[in-house]
């Protein structure tokens, strides 16, 4: 009898199909896992910010080198009582401009005395308050003034640029002697996004009157919105790619070796 010929390849079902094809179905169910769970932190982060954050646009050079004319501060909604000693705040005192929001750091509080300048710094209750923030080579005033108590339930502000700075100091000869009321307050400032110089320093040099107050959820809200980008991406790009990769191992696999017997 003639030799019989036969030609044996590489099975067909040995997992080549449509499922590993696209990374099998325990990594596609992973993937739709990790872009659903992306798509809620990513969302949840940009309304958990939206609620409690509000853009500004400061409109002068007051609070330079802190925040320059023009930037875009991020403040977190807060109410007056929350206010403490170093806190830059957005506030409203017809008093002081009509019909705008003013953004200035508060140096004291109810119950406080302020003076300055004594070595060229600010005494805020006898104490002298180093101030970092300010231009380098400074003085903390450029005039000095006298000791203002402040009354309970007000705030004394200053600007960080205080040569030019239309703060506490240039309403002295008002009746609340330059302060502004808690409730004026609707944000504390917590970040300069535009052009991007990230959080305000902490204003240390009041912690010898105090405790400060805490950093907002900003980084939280920041870590939740970069997470669920990678986890989005990362999820969608998981398919194609193991779809390519499982193509690429098809086509550089040799059939078996033709036999005759």
């Keep these: 009898m003639g030799g019989e010929s036969m030609t044996r390849t590489a099975p067909h079902g040995g997992g080549t199909g449509t499922a590993r094809a696209g990374g099998g179905r325990f ?26 954050y509000r853009p500004y646009t400061v409109p002068t050079s007051s609070m330079t080198p802190t925040i320059d004319a023009g930037d875009r501060v991020l403040a977190q909604r807060v109410d ?58 400074s003085a903390a005033e450029i005039t000095d003034f006298g000791t203002v108590t402040v009354p309970e339930g007000r705030l004394f502000l200053l600007g960080d640029e205080r040569q030019g700075s239309l703060d506490s100091t240039a309403h002295l000869a008002d009746a609340a002697k330059g302060t502004v009321s808690r409730d004026a307050v609707s944000a504390r400032v917590e970040a300069v996004v535009w052009p991007w110089k990230g959080a305000l320093e902490r204003p240390t040099g009041f912690e010898t009157l105090g405790a400060l107050s805490p950093p907002g959820p900003l980084r939280t809200i920041e870590l939740l919105v970069v997470a669920g980008a990678v986890l989005v991406l990362g999820g969608g790009a998981y398919g194609p790619i193991a779809g390519r990769l499982s193509r690429s191992r098809t086509r550089t696999a040799r059939p078996e070796a033709a036999g005759a017997r």
């Design 27 to 52: 990594g596609q169910r992973l993937s739709g896992v990790a872009v659903a769970l992306g798509l809620v932190l990513f969302l949840g982060g940009f309304a958990w910010g939206a609620v409690v």
């Design 80 to 137: 007056g009582d929350e206010v403490r000693r170093g806190d830059v705040v957005v506030f409203e005192d017809k008093t002081w401009v009509t019909g705008a929001k003013v953004v200035k750091r508060v140096v004291a509080v109810g119950g406080d005395t302020v003076s300055c300048c004594t070595g060229g710094k600010l005494t805020v209750n006898g104490k002298q308050i180093d101030e970092p923030y300010l231009p380098k080579g």
